[in-house]
């Protein structure tokens, strides 16, 4: 150790020969730091103080160049999908199939939803499928007249069966340190066979079919809808309390002096929400019907939103939420900042396994029945798709419920549209996995470009 | 200032008196005392393998030494985990920041010790909070509190760790090689900022091997060599020859006039 200290210290001089090095990397940064703007400057930083709606338009602009893209690639994308299916088969914009659509999206929405609380956290939970499968079995089972649950009673003892499955696997990955890849692997695989077991066990089961009975709110969570005006009454009260929200949020911070978006800006989000949401009512108040007459939207869209909404919140606005994008970044960071990470990860995982939950009833609801047959393993990809697609990173640390709630749409789209132009499967799948890599590409893409610049 | 050599120039905010840790046959730290004088900035200086590390660890919690004792303002602490540095007011800054890049930097600033009000994140509070004391330590190169991280460069990422400290309430902030990565415009605005922390009354000990960093900034300097302290007290009876000195041999015969306290234990 004596004999090469006189090489490794670092006397004055070779301390200054350190730092006048060239360095490729610096000069950006020096550069940055030199020009040190006052406080005025700051906040007259574009993206953070823009006062018209010039400004913000030119600021988003910027932060789109810079691959902070949001969700514009995806809206793209659908966009490009529906004009392609539309070209193939002109029913695909019909008000019956735009319905059927959505309503086949969420189930994909709610997995991808919880897909990712896991991609937040740096994580994957290929459970997903199944735990929905398992969850809408036992709802369903303790449903049919062998059991003869009442609804409520059934749907919460499914969700929580789900929501134990997750604890469990959380538990297995913080206690014991496994991946997750592997112990949700191990789940995509066992959960298999507990399916199976639990088609073989519970009274009830027909073929291989549980049925669910056409009568009760399970089955009219898809198959019933809202009267029209009802829906126009939900509508309004939704667009009316986010505008509440939205302008009282942003008084608040400009009386505060706080950054906050221009009104301009808060005023055509809400008129493009409204818009869209008009929209959506009026599609799903057109007669549908082929025999009887069929309109309404069904409860199914509402209920999908106001758990989107709910999730939502719980990211952005509460400790929990804050946590997870905290550990997805860096759990060391976290751990150190005394964040309880392995209680965190836990609830990640349980939520995960509850949103799954909630998307099995989705789908029980829509065919009215569960089958043995039900492909847990294909959903789960699906699953990772529409989170992926919708803008979650598989390196954690990003994701947005909206993301799964557009990528969910898009997968429905996707599937939906290959259905009516009569794609065989095989067409189906390899045209799902096209769409994956495009999205997952795009993305890549413009991260890069960001990262670069 | 007067160098009486037994009696230190202020209060020590914390003493370390025969501190030892081992790792199985390797001694990290062989004894060291040194006693950390309130409000001031301390470097502790030493060559690759000197027990740097391994005595800031000590003193942030991360685990609890062999032998010797820890005087908290005078009083014997036992430091077991991070928490309980960190309860007393030791905030340690590691090399790698601990900053979350995806977050911005109210949000990080305030990881682990949110605002809620009604049960949810009160975001303006805290924001409102993070520029004032971004403002108080005069870190302006920011353009906005609501930047994440990942945008920042060395130096303000350093800054936003600093602040970080500076909220929590931190009475000993322990910053490792801080100025390690960073070029010369954001060494200078790091320094300023080491010098601004002292002057709000917070007690600084930075770990350096950059004697022009050292000099530029200190108050007091700590040699350490093979786990001892070889040299301890004000800047200014130091130069680089004698600190670089007693860093490869623990001892000089070059001590400035009216004393170097060059430390018995390290002979």
């Known amino acids: 150790m004596t004999s090469d200290q006189g090489g490794n210290v670092d006397s004055p001089t070779s301390g200054a020969d350190t730092r006048s090095e060239p360095n490729p990397v610096l000069p950006h940064g ?3 730091d ?16 823009a006062d018209s709606l010039g400004e913000y338009v030119s600021a988003w602009v910027k932060r789109i160049r810079s691959g902070e893209s949001g969700a514009l690639p995806i809206l793209l994308g659908l966009v490009l999908i529906i004009i392609i299916f539309q070209v193939q088969q002109s029913r695909f914009l019909s008000a019956g199939n735009i319905v059927n659509l959505l309503v086949q999206a969420a189930f994909f929405v709610l997995l991808g939803l ?3 609380f896991a991609l937040i956290l740096s994580e994957i939970d290929l459970s997903v499928g199944f735990v929905a499968g398992i969850g809408a079995t036992i709802t369903l089972a303790l449903l049919s007249p062998s059991y003869g649950w009442p609804w409520w009673a059934a749907v919460i003892v499914g969700l929580l069966a789900c929501a134990a499955l997750g604890a469990l696997q959380g538990l297995l990955i ?4 496994l991946p997750s890849f592997v112990v949700t692997l191990a789940s995509l695989l066992g959960l298999g066979g507990v399916l199976i077991f639990l088609f073989d066990s519970f009274h009830g089961t027909v073929g291989g079919v549980i049925s669910l009975p056409t009568t009760g709110p399970l089955y009219n969570l898809v198959n019933g809808n809202m009267s029209t005006a009802a829906s126009w009454i939900a509508l309004v009260v939704a667009v009316g309390l986010y505008a509440l929200v939205t302008i009282t949020r942003n008084t608040r911070r400009r009386a505060r002096n706080l950054s906050a978006p221009p009104l301009s800006i808060t005023l055509l989000t809400i008129v493009v929400a409204g818009v869209a949401g008009a929209l959506l009512v009026i599609v799903c108040n057109i007669n549908r019907g082929i025999l009887v ?3 309404g939207v069904p409860w199914v869209l509402p209920i999908v939103v106001l758990i989107v909404v709910g999730w939502t919140l719980l990211l952005s606005k509460t400790r929990t939420g804050r946590y997870m994008y905290a550990i997805g970044a860096s759990p060391e ?6 964040i309880r990470v392995q209680w965190i990860r836990t609830v990640a995982f349980t939520l995960s396994a509850f949103t799954a939950g909630l998307g099995g009833l989705m789908y029980a609801s829509r065919l009215g029945s569960i089958s043995v047959g039900y ?17 979650a990173s598989l390196f954690g640390g990003y994701g947005k419920a909206v993301h799964a709630l557009l990528g969910g749409v898009l997968i429905a789209a996707v599937v939906n549209g290959l259905a009516l132009i009569g794609v065989s499967t095989a067409g189906e799948e390899i045209a799902t996995a096209l769409v994956l890599l495009a999205a997952v590409t795009v993305d890549s893409l413009v991260r890069r470009r960001g990262s670069k610049a | 200032m007067s160098t009486d050599g037994s009696d230190p120039d202020g209060t020590p905010l914390i003493e370390l008196r025969g501190l030892k840790k081992s790792f199985g046959a390797v001694q990290a730290v062989a004894g060291v005392d040194l006693k950390i004088i309130k409000g001031m900035v301390t470097a502790l200086a030493g060559d690759n393998g000197a027990g740097k590390s391994s005595l800031i660890k000590t003193i942030s919690g991360l685990w609890e030494q062999d032998e010797g004792e820890i005087l908290w303002e005078g009083k014997p602490v036992r430091l077991r985990s991070p928490k309980d540095s960190e309860a ?24 682990g010790h949110e605002v809620l009000r009604h049960f949810t994140l009160d975001e303006g509070s805290m924001e409102i909070t993070a520029k004032k004391i971004l403002a108080e330590l005069e870190v302006t190169t920011v353009r906005s509190v609501r930047q994440p991280v990942a945008s920042l460069s060395g130096g303000q990422r350093q800054s936003v760790a600093v602040a970080k400290a500076v909220m929590s309430n931190a009475k000993l902030v322990i910053m490792d090689e801080p100025t390690a990565a960073l070029g010369v415009s954001q060494t200078a605005q790091v320094l300023a900022l080491i010098k601004r922390l002292a002057e709000g009354g917070v007690t600084v000990l930075m770990i350096s091997h950059n004697l022009i960093d050292i000099f530029e900034v200190a108050d007091r300097i700590a040699v350490l060599r093979l786990g001892r302290i070889v040299a301890d007290g004000p800047i200014d009876t130091f130069d680089s020859s004698v600190v670089v000195d007693y860093m490869t041999t623990g001892r000089s015969d070059r001590a400035l006039t009216g004393g170097a306290t060059g430390n018995a234990s390290g002979q």
């Open chain 1, 30 to 32: 020096d550069n940055q």
């Open chain 1, 34 to 49: 030199e020009a040190t703007p006052s406080l005025a400057d700051i906040a007259a930083a574009p993206d953070v103080l």
């Open chain 1, 114 to 116: 919880g897909e990712t």
């Open chain 1, 174 to 177: 913080t206690r014991l340190h």
């Open chain 1, 293 to 295: 007459p069929l309109s």
């Open chain 1, 333 to 338: 960071a976290a751990r150190r900042a005394g």
């Open chain 1, 375 to 391: 492909d847990g393993s294909t959903y789960v990809l699906y699953a990772v798709a529409a989170a992926v697609i919708g803008g």
């Open chain 2, 88 to 111: 007393l007011g030791i905030t340690t800054i590691y090399q790698d920041l601990a900053l979350c890049d995806n977050l911005d930097i109210v949000q990080n600033m305030f990881l």
